[in-house]
């Protein structure tokens, strides 16, 4: 079943990181997504509601959607090493300002969601959004992904069920673990694995032998609290590589 429009803002309102105005859209409810790494899920972005993202990034109030994730530009040089890519949220910004996206409670779209993975902040940090708005989706979809780099802030660390917690080195891992959350670590790029855990198996390194969309490893803490899955490790890929030890790339300076 294919929803009238290919998105919908299921939530808007203040970060529950900094307070900003923000929003939720879910997208690809009319379309397939053709990424070749996720393959075919549900996207969602967590955008400002108040100003362009390309605005936001640049001056410093993708806060309220990011937190303190270092991959967001940085202030000094305007480096930004995020993988994901402007144009992607950029359109679906611009689609928000044309007013092609209906406002509907989460639930609305269950019937659409079903048979069909959805990915958790696409861009943007989840936990900036209440939870119950990914409980709520996820009781219609048939599977999700999800990240946070908040795992460590008090009054948003309650999303152990949906996300994993983004780790970029070691200590992370281990700080995280201890704190009783699934773990998803990026490591040098050309270094093992940690110890207990499982390389995704969508990466290049891994022989891109699934994709995120049938894997479904990244979805939190599981039901099964007595064996859950093994949490996960990347080596780094893209503009991130660069800040693990991978010599020169060119990364993404936003002026």
């Known amino acids: 079943m294919r929803y009238p429009t290919n998105g919908a803002i299921v939530w808007s309102g203040n970060s529950r990181i900094d307070g900003s105005p923000i929003m939720a859209i879910v997208t690809g409810l009319r379309t397939a997504s ?36 270092i991959h967001r530009a940085d202030p000094l040089t305007g480096i930004r090493t995020c993988y994901v890519l402007p144009f992607a949220f950029n359109s679906v910004y611009d689609g928000f300002k044309r007013g092609i996206y209906p406002r509907v409670a989460p639930a609305t779209l269950r019937p659409y969601l079903a048979g069909r993975p959805i990915r958790f902040g696409s861009y943007g940090d989840p936990a900036a959004i209440p939870p119950r708005v990914w409980r709520s989706l996820r009781q219609g979809a048939s599977g999700h992904t999800g990240y946070t780099h908040q795992w460590r802030r008090p009054g948003l660390d309650d999303g152990k069920d949906l996300f994993m917690a983004s780790c970029d080195d070691e200590q992370d891992r281990a700080d995280a673990n201890a704190a009783g959350w699934r773990t998803f670590t990026v490591v040098p790029v050309d270094a093992p694995v940690p110890a207990g855990d499982v390389r995704c198996p969508a990466s290049e390194e891994a022989g891109k032998k699934t994709t995120c969309a049938n894997c479904k490893l990244c979805s939190g803490a599981m039901a099964d609290r007595a064996n859950p899955p093994r949490s996960i490790a990347i080596n ?12 020169s790339i060119q990364l993404e300076v936003i002026q």
């Open 34 to 69: 053709a990424n070749p790494k996720t393959g075919d899920m549900l996207q969602s972005w967590i955008l400002r509601s108040d100003m362009h993202p390309m605005e936001a990034i640049k001056s410093g109030s993708d806060y309220g959607i990011c937190g303190s994730c």
């Open 236 to 247: 780094a890929h893209g503009k991130a590589k660069k800040r693990y030890g991978a010599g």
